[in-house]
Each structure stands twice: as C-alpha cells, then as structure tokens.
C-alpha cells in the first residue's frame, strides 16, 4: 500500500500582520507623525507587507544613523534585502524633501544676524562630504536674492580666487554678501586659511563697494 505524505509549507506572518491595528507605522503617521521613531517613519514611506523588515534592514545596513541614509546613494540603498531600485529612488526623495523644509519660501528672508544666515544653509551643508564654499548675495535692505555655490573642494587661501567670491555680487549688483563653507569634520572653528580668507574678502570688498557682513563655517554632521 502507497502512503502519501503531505507537506504543508510553513507560514510566518510579517511583522505587519502581527500589529495590531492602532500599532502599525502607517496609522501610527497618520495619528503623530512627530511621535514615531525611525523604524516607523521609514516603514510608512516603504509600505507593503514587509514594510517593518525592510526598515529594520534599512537601519542595520547604516548603523541606525539616517544622514548616512541621506548620504547614501540609489545604488547602494538598493542593494540593501528588499528595496530595489524603486524604492531606493522614493527613500531619496522623501529625504531631500525633508531637507527642502528649511529653503526660505515666499517672501524673501532679510539676513539681520548669523543665525538668519545660518538658519537657511546649515541643514544642508552639514550634511555634505566635501567642503562647499557658498555666498549669499543680499540687496540694499538685506533681503536674499540668490545662493550661490562658488567652490567645491578645500577650502583655503591658496585655492581660492577671491575673484570668484565677488563675481555672482557683481553681476546682480549686491551691495552685500555673506560667505558661508562647511567642515566636513564637524569642527566649526576657523582654521588660519579661515581666517586668512576672510581677511582677503574683506579687503577686496572695500575696493568693491561690497561689505562681507559675516563669514560662517557650518559644522559636519560627523
């Protein structure tokens, strides 16, 4: 006589579909955005049904650290279990848009202290890898008109033309500026190229009519 086996396979529920509902990333948004924690926010923007094991696996992947995310790019975030190219390109734009939360919209922002100036390029330029050196070219009121970018690199007396610091103000006919540059390192104290560049601004901007009303070095996020 045959005997017949019969294998049946065995199922694991996801993470998700042991939650109950008021537990699961998506409701847990919906109700307080602000209250979640990393897992959550990112299963919610990952969606699906193992949306918690493909955050978890996210996280483990950059050491639990979110600007390692951000800095990440499309290819590497795919690689990680259970992405892939789809949804490494929607992880990267839901966290350049948090980012766009802190460019000035509307009316533009008068710059009457560091701490304005600060306010609109800090997010940002504390998150990048390289030193970017970056001027802000305001108008007779202080308004800003424009950020633009003039260095990508080291930034030290040697590299840098001051030449070039002055070229967007005098385009736009800016009666002001403000010079900004990150360290990647984390340390914002001014090294002596620092200071030496800032010295040089200075005196080139008396000669131009140009007042430099601050130069701000942005601390790196390591």
Do not use: W
Not at 60 to 71: A, E, N, P, T, V
């Amino acid at each position: 006589m045959e005997t017949q086996l019969n294998f049946t396979p065995s199922y694991k529920p996801t993470k998700l579909k042991t939650l109950p509902l008021r537990d699961q990333p998506a409701y847990r948004v919906a109700s307080n955005a602000n209250g979640c924690n990393l897992a959550e926010l990112l299963a919610a923007v990952v969606g699906g049904a193992q949306q918690i094991e493909v955050a978890e696996g996210l996280l483990s992947h950059f050491g639990g650290d979110i600007q390692r995310l951000y800095k990440a790019s499309v290819p590497e975030i795919a690689m990680v279990h259970g992405v892939g190219q789809q949804l490494a390109v929607r992880l990267k734009a839901a966290l350049a848009l948090a980012i766009r939360l802190h460019e000035p919209t509307g009316e533009r922002p008068v710059i009457n202290s560091p701490a304005d100036a600060a306010a609109l390029v800090m997010y940002e330029m504390g998150l990048l890898e390289q030193e970017h050196l970056r001027v802000l070219l305001l108008d007779t009121r202080n308004r800003l008109l424009d950020i633009v970018e003039v260095y990508c690199g080291s930034v030290n007396s040697s590299q840098i033309r001051v030449a070039e610091i002055f070229r967007p103000a005098i385009q736009r006919n800016c009666p002001a500026i403000v010079v900004c540059h990150n360290h990647p390192s984390g340390c914002a104290d001014p090294s002596p190229d620092d200071v030496a560049v800032t010295r040089a601004i200075v005196q080139a901007g008396k000669l131009l009519d140009i007042s430099l009303l601050d130069h701000l070095i942005v601390g790196g996020s390591r």
